[in-house]
């Protein structure tokens, strides 16, 4: 299945192959006029996430690695990529995730920052 994560739960459901057709990660945004040089900047801040997502969701997704390093922040969850770059847009958050795909594929008419 191309651009599904690999997760153990998505593994008892799914039967993945052992070739990579995609290779697909998390991709941070910063909205106009912020940034991050490192996962610490996100202290205190509100990140827009996909609901139910891997990379907001999964063993290293956001809430897991926020929570592992104590970074208080703001987890905003919207229902997709799309959702996480209008907020991004509109400043209603400081951060957001994507997966790569979907960021290459949409960020070329945005005011925002991509953080590889």
């Known amino acids: 299945m191309p651009d599904v994560a690999i997760s153990e739960k998505r593994k008892k459901k799914y039967a993945f192959s052992r070739e990579s057709v995609l290779s697909n990660w998390g991709r941070l945004y910063s ?38 390093f104590g970074i208080p922040c703001k987890i905003i969850e919207v229902p997709s990529y799309d959702a996480v770059f209008k907020l991004l847009d509109k400043g209603k958050a400081d951060f957001g995730i994507t997966n790569s795909t979907f960021g290459e594929g949409n960020e070329k008419n945005i005011k925002f920052t991509a953080h590889p």
Do not use: C, Q, S, W
């Not at 912020?34 to 290293?60: C, H, P, Q, S, Y």
């Open 31 to 68: 909205a106009y006029g912020r940034k991050a040089e490192n996962f610490l900047d996100l202290k205190n801040k509100k990140i827009a996430a996909m609901a139910g997502g891997i990379n907001t969701v999964g063993e290293n997704g956001l809430k897991a690695l926020v929570k592992k």
